[in-house]
């Protein structure tokens, strides 16, 4: 009897073990497949690719912050000698105080490039930082705006000769259950819009675009003029109207180093509210800056960019170095050289999808006022 239970035992200790065993086995597989499938870029370079990866961040004005962000990647037809490399972004977000986002982001190539489609939205309970009015506003005791924002801003475009596009451009603001908390012993004069607004503008533009790769362009140029127009037969709380220029141009100056640069002009004309005014900072240009820190009818700036992608002695770690200068002012003529602001940094780069050329960026900008800190996918411009 005893030699039979010992027998038995050992077979239910090999069975589970065995269980363990598989157990194990199974659960590296499913890791090592999840990791292949999202993180890794094990795909073919002509065939489609999609990367799931959590987010966390911190910010004074929403505590930490997590999320997740979910990245495609394609060519039309799976086509890479014909059709340039297409993406769209997801990112969503909640923070330790109660506030959420989900940002979208599209650049989207058709067929042989007859068509092109260039937009981003944002749906957020986030808040806003208000300074002011102008090229002087204070650093000290912002308002800040608690509100539901919507922006939508899409690019309809058709291919009028090589990497030429022309169309139409539709924008959506709404600015909705608005409280103004102002700064105590400095309140602000309340802004046109500070009890919300809703902004419906339509009107057309012009894209130049000749980048292999829009997420991480080593050459080419992109250029984009476009007009917007606001009016309250057109479902606008105000009647204003928006111009923007954009500029980029990109050189391998030696294998895998490229020199970027780019100039940025907004204008706003008529009666546009606070939140619609052009803006200086955020993650794209004038790093550093909090994305409305300053703010006005006139936004002008220009930065410059070295790339290392990647570093000569790593397959996948490389950096850059960028600088920046810009301004904000109430009209074109008023712009002033003693009002431009300087702002600079530095960043890693990770070679998320070696067989798309895509890296994962993060970026430090240092201003007069602080810094700032990004971690996105895809170069800043």
């Known amino acids: 009897m005893g030699k039979t239970k010992r027998v038995v035992g050992r077979w239910l200790s090999g069975?589970?073990?065995?269980?363990?065993?598989?157990?194990?086995?199974?659960?590296?597989?499913?890791?090592?497949?999840?990791?292949?499938?999202?993180?890794?870029?094990?795909?073919?370079?002509?065939?489609?690719?999609?990367?799931?990866?959590?987010?966390?961040?911190?910010?004074?004005?929403?505590?930490?912050?997590?999320?997740?962000?979910?990245l495609y990647l394609y060519h039309a037809n799976n086509d890479t000698v014909?059709?340039?490399?297409?993406?769209?972004?997801?990112?969503?977000?909640?923070?330790?105080?109660?506030?959420?986002?989900?940002?979208?982001?599209?650049?989207?190539?058709?067929?042989?490039?007859r068509w092109y489609f260039l937009g981003r939205a944002r749906f957020q309970r986030f808040p806003l930082l208000y300074y002011g009015i102008g090229p002087d506003a204070h650093a000290d005791r912002p308002a800040t705006v608690d509100a539901f924002s919507i922006q939508a801003r899409q690019r309809v475009m058709r291919?009028?000769?090589?990497?030429?596009?022309?169309?139409?451009?539709?924008?959506?603001?709404?600015?909705?259950?608005?409280?103004?908390?102002?700064p105590e012993?400095?309140?602000?004069?309340?802004?046109?819009?500070?009890?919300?607004?809703?902004?419906?503008?339509?009107?057309?533009?012009?894209?130049?675009?000749?980048?292999?790769?829009?997420?991480?362009?080593?050459?080419?140029?992109?250029?984009?003029?476009?007009?917007?127009?606001?009016?309250?037969?057109?479902?606008s709380t105000y009647a204003f109207s928006n111009i923007l220029a954009d500029v980029r141009l990109y050189k391998t100056v030696r294998p895998n180093q490229v020199l970027a640069w780019q100039a940025y002009g907004?204008?706003?004309?008529?009666?546009?509210?606070?939140?619609?005014?052009?803006?200086?900072?955020?993650?794209?240009?004038?790093?550093g800056y909090y994305l409305g820190r300053y703010r006005d009818n006139v936004h002008a700036a220009t930065q410059l960019e070295y790339r290392w992608l990647p570093f000569w002695f790593s397959k996948r770690i490389g950096a850059a170095v960028f600088a920046a200068v810009g301004?904000?002012?109430?009209?074109?003529?008023?712009?002033?050289?003693?009002?431009l602001l300087p702002a600079g940094g530095a960043g890693i780069r990770y070679l998320l999808f070696k067989k798309k050329d895509v890296f994962l960026r993060f970026d430090?900008?240092?201003?007069?006022?602080?810094?700032?800190?990004?971690?996105?996918?895809?170069?800043?411009?």
């Open 15 to 70: 069975i589970i073990l065995a269980v363990c065993c598989v157990g194990s086995l199974s659960a590296q597989n499913i890791i090592t497949r999840l990791y292949n499938r999202f993180l890794n870029d094990t795909t073919a370079s002509n065939q489609p690719h999609l990367a799931l990866y959590p987010t966390i961040a911190y910010a004074p004005e929403t505590s930490l912050e997590l999320g997740a962000s979910a």
């Open 82 to 113: 014909n059709n340039r490399l297409s993406e769209l972004q997801a990112f969503g977000f909640v923070t330790l105080l109660g506030q959420y986002g989900l940002n979208l982001d599209n650049t989207v190539f058709g067929d042989k490039d």
């Open 185 to 235: 012993g400095t309140p602000f004069a309340l802004p046109r819009g500070s009890g919300g607004s809703t902004n419906l503008g339509l009107g057309v533009g012009l894209i130049y675009d000749s980048r292999p790769n829009v997420l991480n362009a080593r050459k080419g140029a992109f250029a984009e003029l476009t007009y917007l127009n606001y009016h309250p037969t057109r479902a």
């Open 327 to 339: 301004t904000v002012a109430p009209s074109a003529r008023e712009i002033r050289l003693d009002n």
């Open 266 to 287: 907004v204008l706003a004309g008529g009666n546009a509210p606070f939140n619609q005014l052009a803006l200086l900072g955020g993650e794209t240009i004038m790093r």
């Open 364 to 381: 430090v900008g240092f201003t007069r006022e602080g810094t700032g800190f990004y971690i996105l996918t895809g170069e800043s411009f």
């Open 159 to 182: 291919r009028i000769r090589p990497s030429l596009f022309g169309g139409l451009v539709v924008d959506l603001q709404h600015l909705s259950n608005v409280e103004f908390q102002q």
